[in-house]
């Protein structure tokens, strides 16, 4: 098979996928592209390169207490749900507990949940307790979405996580505190960080939970929304999108480096075959 | 109760309080609504089928559903074709750096989604890049006016938009295929595309119904490609529910809306499920 297949390294196949990247790529890259473009509307022919814009969003006030707001939330959001993701996925893992399907379908339910739906239940219930919208009750809703992806990503890190370790070091006399500081911790923190940037991610791109329930502060992606009308406001946000592309590149890049160190030997064998 | 249970429901009970107040009640609230009226800016709680009616008596209510859930079906079914091949090309054809393959293909899926959606209506739009590009260069005089503002803009967008998330299902289970099975078939003499329709799709089908399910159940709901390339024509239920929930200031029509749309996605994903049962009977 393997000698088959290194005959013809780019086969058909190949040439399909890299077609498919293209189709995958073109279109992000068109606001870079345009981003540098000097002329207010988005099309060809390119009349000149400017950082204009990239100046303009710099002192754009109401586009960067946006980011502030969103970066903020971004990180609450990725925190408290790493840290109930990490909780079930070591409920899951570490112990048999009864119904440990149904309630992993169920906590998982908001991954193939539609948004929509779940933006509008949500804004009943908080005007039903006459809860004002706000960062907080976006920041619920977030959690609600960003939870289920960490506690796979945990579950993925902690799966074949050999519990002796941990029962050795309570036999040594450890606490459970310091057995969880110096034994689990330490092997899950790859994942932990992995889900960290993911939730942030998540989070920090969400745009229709944000637009149903925020109160007068915009996140970032609500306050895009807004500027999308207007076509005179687009160039700023180019310039603010391929920013975002570029940070979104790194963050992942860092995420699934996190996620893959010692992930599992097995793994970096079949690559090496 | 033994200690690990109690150990572990403690670990769990956050998450599931969370859940079940701003999921379960949530969704129960909701339904509770959709059976309230309102007049002018006042909830009036009690049990009335109104909207229900409303929805079937307005004739692009429900127009509008089977649209959208169309639209998404065609959406999942062009993802799942247009992944299928790339996802099989890493898990078969790549024999170093898989991962990075496999960040390449995920990393657009992490830029902004509303800039993913619009960067499709700067493309496809009247002033935009294929009408401005195809002029300059002399391809033709006037901008093209059928490729925005149509259903077949949406799907486009949305199958870009979704696209990663229906070839990592595909792959990990495609990297999940003993080997050994496939050899065995070629050396049982089964052509390779013989072993791949007997051996590698099926087994590989559990990815390819994931990934169709991951793909068609959030974008039924989708409000924001619809609303950028979709235009009149293109439409889809989530924007009739923003519209209640906004403009329309309906808020139980909005309800019974989101009501009938989730037991519409319901009733299609257990029909699927059990079409792909029965099939899976057949070729066993």
């Given at each position: 098979m393997k000698s088959a297949a290194r005959k013809v390294p780019f086969s058909a196949l190949g040439v399909y996928t890299v077609i498919y990247l293209a189709f995958l790529y073109i279109p992000a890259l068109f606001l870079p592209l345009f981003s540098f473009n000097?002329?207010?509307?988005?099309?060809?022919?390119i009349k000149g390169f400017t950082l204009k814009w990239y100046e303009e969003m710099a002192q754009n006030a109401a586009m960067l207490a946006a980011l502030e707001s969103s970066v903020k939330l971004g990180v609450v959001v990725s925190i408290v749900s790493t840290i109930l993701g990490t909780m079930a996925a070591k409920a899951f893992t570490r112990y048999s507990i009864p119904y440990s399907r149904s309630l992993q379908v169920f906590i998982a339910l908001p991954l193939v949940f539609p948004l929509i739906i779940l933006g509008v239940a949500l804004l009943v219930v908080f005007s039903q307790i006459n809860l004002p919208l706000s960062m907080f009750t976006i920041g619920v809703s977030h959690v609600v979405i960003c939870m289920p992806f960490s506690m796979l990503v945990m579950i993925s890190r902690l799966?074949?996580?050999?519990k002796g370790l941990e029962e050795a070091a309570q036999d040594l006399g450890e606490t459970p505190w310091m057995t969880f500081w110096r034994v689990t911790f330490p092997i899950a923190l790859p994942g932990i960080v992995a889900s960290l940037l993911l939730c942030f991610t998540i989070s920090f791109d969400e745009f229709l939970l944000a637009f149903f329930l925020s109160g007068d502060e915009p996140t970032l992606p609500v306050y895009i929304w807004s500027q999308l009308r207007f076509p005179t406001k687009l160039p700023n946000v180019l310039a603010l999108g391929s920013c975002i592309l570029l940070l979104s590149v790194v963050i992942v890049v860092l995420a699934e480096w996190f996620r893959r160190i010692?992930?599992?030997?097995s793994v970096e064998e079949t690559e090496k075959q | 109760m033994t200690r690990d249970t109690k150990r572990s429901l403690t670990l769990l009970s956050p998450t599931l309080v969370l859940l079940l107040l701003a999921l379960t009640l949530p969704i129960l609230m909701l339904i509770v609504l959709s059976f309230w009226t309102q007049v002018g800016m006042n909830l009036t709680p009690g049990f009335t089928l109104e909207n229900y009616e409303t929805f079937f008596d307005r004739r692009i209510f429900p127009v509008l559903l089977q649209r959208s859930i169309e639209n998404s079906a065609m959406v999942a079914v062009l993802t799942v074709l247009l992944a299928y091949p790339a996802a099989y090309f890493i898990a078969?054809?790549?024999?170093?750096?898989k991962i990075l393959w496999l960040i390449l293909i995920t990393?657009?899926?992490?830029?902004s989604y509303l800039l993913r959606i619009f960067a499709w209506k700067v493309i496809?739009?009247?002033?935009?890049v294929i009408n401005s590009g195809f002029i300059s260069i002399g391809l033709i005089e006037e901008p093209l006016?059928?490729?925005?503002?149509?259903r077949g803009a949406v799907v486009i967008t949305l199958a870009h938009a979704w696209a990663a998330f229906a070839i990592l299902p595909i792959y990990v289970s495609l990297e999940k295929i003993d080997r050994s099975l496939l050899e065995a078939a070629a050396d049982l003499g089964e052509s390779p595309l013989w072993s791949f329709l007997r051996v590698t799709l099926p087994l590989s089908l559990p990815g390819v119904i994931a990934s169709a399910l991951l793909v068609f159940i959030p974008t039924?709901?989708?409000?924001v490609a619809p609303n950028l390339v979709g235009g009149t024509n293109g439409l889809m239920i989530g924007n009739l529910v923003q519209t209640q929930f906004g403009r329309g200031n309906n808020w139980p029509l909005g309800a019974a809306i989101s009501i009938i749309s989730m037991i519409a996605i319901t009733g299609v994903v257990c029909v699927f499920l059990l079409l792909v049962h029965q099939m899976k009977k057949k070729l066993a």
């Open positions: 000097d002329a207010i509307y988005i099309a060809f022919p799966e074949g996580f050999d010692g992930v599992s030997p | 078969f054809r790549v024999q170093k750096r990393l657009p899926f992490w830029t496809l739009g009247y002033n935009g006016t059928f490729l925005l503002n149509n039924v709901g989708d409000y």
